[in-house]
Every structure is written in structure tokens, then in C-alpha cells.
């Protein structure tokens, strides 16, 4: 895994998703957390948790609900406990 730059961030012209043709678009983003180097996020089409380690640079899914598999279903926001990491909101 590897970071890559996009060109007009703001999307003043071309969204985002389409500026960079490498990368990772994610279905229907959602909640995002950082938590002891690890970026975990929701994508709320296919009800998955990724994680990104973020000196590792690694990503792996870390919940799968596709099929609608309990308990995580129609997830969006991620909430976490405020003493064990910092919410970002988008």
C-alpha cells in the first residue's frame, strides 16, 4: 500500500475519486477512527471495517458483512471511546 497525491484535492473540477487512476475508492464511505496508528473506516455499501496501518502501510478488512451478515448492518459512523483516540470528522 502506498499513499498516493491527487491533484486537485478540493475537487474544484474533477472529483476526487477519478483524479488519481491507482486508487483505492471505497463504496460509500463512512465513519473513520485513528487508534494507536491504526486508521479504521466504514464503507456503508458493502457493510465492511477497513484498518490501515499507517507505518506499516498495510490494509486489510477487518469486518466483512457482505450478504447483510449480523451485527453490523447498514454501518456508517464509527464511533470510538474519546480516551483511547482522537474522531475525525469529513
Do not use: E
Not at 500500500?1 to 483524479?19: C, G, K, N, Y
Not at 471495517?49 to 451478515?69: I, K, P, T, Y
Request: hydrophobic share 40%; proline share 9%; aromatic share 6%.
Amino acid at each position: 500500500m502506498s499513499w498516493l497525491a491527487v491533484p486537485d484535492p478540493l475537487a474544484t473540477v474533477i472529483p476526487t475519486r477519478v483524479q488519481v487512476a491507482d486508487g483505492f475508492v471505497t463504496p460509500v464511505g463512512g465513519g473513520v477512527w485513528v487508534h494507536d496508528g491504526v486508521l479504521l473506516f466504514t464503507t456503508a455499501l458493502d457493510d465492511r471495517v477497513h484498518a490501515v496501518d499507517l507505518a506499516g502501510q498495510h490494509h486489510s478488512v477487518v469486518w466483512d458483512g457482505s450478504g447483510h451478515r449480523q451485527p453490523l448492518v447498514g454501518i456508517g459512523d464509527l464511533p470510538g471511546p474519546r480516551q483511547i483516540g482522537r474522531p475525525l470528522r469529513g
